[in-house]
């Protein structure tokens, strides 16, 4: 569930840059039809469900469609990643500056629990707010139980005060009675408008969608314009079906009907809403020329294809990645005591520049099975690592071994001094890197192409830990032994 949350909020991420960029084109095309602006709101639901993308050299989007990576609740030190230095540097520093220390006894660090609880509060706020969307929906829907057939789906009721469509499946027209025919002749060409263009059932989508991503204000107030847009988008639409100007005779039907408003609505059904900017949009309404909308569809078309589309990631390092999974798969083992096999793993591994390759040694003799890689470097680069430098470039060589051997239970590094004057040793335990990570590490191994995520996902841990609370001894689990 928590890796879920995370997608979500990298969706609601994405989605809110592309909600921006057509809250502002919105105001550029101030003068356009609304229908423009009501189709533009399409690309936003689109990022708000669909967590990939068709990638597009031409694309717009500055964000990086994983802002916040499923390994920010292991890392001690997490980070967003958003494609954006200054967003990036800011953020991740106060992450890091409000964050508690952590407690190297504790399986799991303040990140982890931080996105646990959050969670939970997401999903309490789903179901507050679909209970919010039944219960009005039911509500109106009483409301209009005895009302009284006109014809075809059209309905009136002396409980209601304003006009509105209810239904999904058959959504039908209820109206107050007592409207004259002129208003009544209005409200029947706008609601079947909304009924023509389905947009009984855009509107419970979208509803759906905001319910989804609730914790997000962009998306409220996406909501709440596109709501707009696709009303003016029907006004402009019975304006321009009509032979003669009726706009101040339709102005005046609307503003009849905002005073009766009973404010009973459902987010589910449609009713008059943001009468004065309605109002102010149909009698300012003009007939664009043929040649200004056509050069306006296919801007916006041009945009909106860039706000739907990824900018292309490095094929080739893909490739490189994938490969080089493979290389290492064929020395996959279900014990440490494979010499050959482990050997050929260390020598794939990739180690900081500071520390030279020596040996390795194995305990296969009895539990806890391990492996022990021997380098060579100098007194104060030893020093370095005994203070906890750059620990995290061989953490991820531990975590690649763990899922490569099967039955081994530690992973050692021993760096030796030149001079024999320092010598300094860090375990890992493979039972707490497990619940660091989350799962069995074994499981990555089980395919190419999941062994191959599994090295993205370590590569991108650049500060995987700043503590021992990764780090357990043979001789003393749970601690770093320095000598």
């Known amino acids: 569930m928590i890796n879920l949350f995370i997608e979500i909020l990298n969706m609601s991420i994405l989605a809110s840059f592309v909600a921006l960029v057509v809250m502002v084109l919105r105001i550029v095309l101030k003068r356009a039809p609304k229908i423009i602006s009501y189709s533009l ?3 936003v639901l689109f990022r708000l469900v669909c967590p990939f993308s068709l990638e597009n050299s031409f694309s717009l989007n500055l964000f990086s469609s994983e ?3 499923p390994e920010i609740m292991y890392t001690q030190n997490p980070e967003i990643n958003s494609n954006v230095g200054i967003i990036d540097e800011t953020i991740n520093q106060s992450l890091n500056n409000s964050l508690p220390p952590v407690n190297p006894a504790a399986s799991v660090n303040p990140m982890g629990i931080i996105m646990e609880v959050s969670t939970k509060i997401w999903v309490i706020g789903i179901i507050i707010m679909l209970c919010y969307g039944i219960f009005t929906y039911l509500r109106v ?4 139980k005895f009302a009284t057939l006109v014809e075809d789906n059209i309905f009136a009721s002396d409980q209601i005060k304003t006009p509105f469509i209810l239904g999904l499946i058959k959504p039908k027209i209820y109206l107050p009675l007592g409207i004259d025919s002129n208003e009544q002749d209005f409200i029947l060409k706008h609601e079947q408008i909304h009924l023509k263009r ?3 059932l ?3 989508i979208a509803f759906l969608v905001l319910t ?3 914790f997000n204000p962009l998306i409220w107030l996406s909501f709440i314009l596109m709501s707009k847009d696709m009303e003016m988008s029907c006004d402009e639409s019975v304006l321009k079906s009509s032979n003669e100007d009726i706009r101040k005779n339709y102005a005046s039907s609307l503003l009849s009907f905002s005073v009766k408003k009973s404010g009973i609505l459902s987010p589910l059904s449609f009713g008059e809403s943001n009468v004065k900017s309605r109002i102010k949009n149909i009698l300012n309404y003009e007939k664009p020329s043929f040649w200004i909308l056509m050069v306006t569809v296919i801007l916006v078309v041009i945009i909106g294809i860039g706000l739907l589309s990824d900018a292309p990631v490095g094929k080739e390092d893909e490739t490189v990645t994938v490969t080089k999974a493979g290389d290492f798969l064929k020395y996959k083992t279900k014990y440490v005591g494979n010499n050959s096999k482990v050997g050929n793993i260390i020598s794939l591994l ?5 520390i030279k390759y020596d040996s390795f040694k194995l305990q296969t003799t009895k539990p806890p099975y391990g492996v022990t890689i021997n380098f060579n470097t100098d007194a104060n680069t030893c020093e370095d690592y005994a203070k906890g430098k750059n620990h995290y470039l061989i953490q991820k060589n531990a975590l690649i071994m763990f899922s490569l051997i099967e039955n081994v239970d530690i992973v050692g590094f021993e760096l030796r001094s030149e001079e024999h004057t320092h010598k300094h040793t860090i375990h890992y335990d493979r039972i ?5 990570m989350g799962r069995d590490l074994r499981h990555f191994a089980q395919s190419e192409k999941e062994f191959a995520d599994f090295l993205k996902k370590v590569k991108d841990l650049k500060t995987l830990d700043n503590t021992n609370s990764f780090v357990g001894g043979v001789d003393n689990p749970g601690q770093e032994k320095s000598n």
């Open 41 to 43: 709101w399409i690309v």
């Open 67 to 69: 802002v916040i990576k």
């Open 141 to 144: 829907k009483n409301k209009v």
């Open 198 to 200: 389905l947009d009984h």
């Open 202 to 204: 855009i509107k419970p």
């Open 212 to 214: 989804i991503h609730w």
């Open 350 to 354: 990739e180690f900081p520049d500071d």
């Open 432 to 436: 707490i890197a497990e619940k660091i």
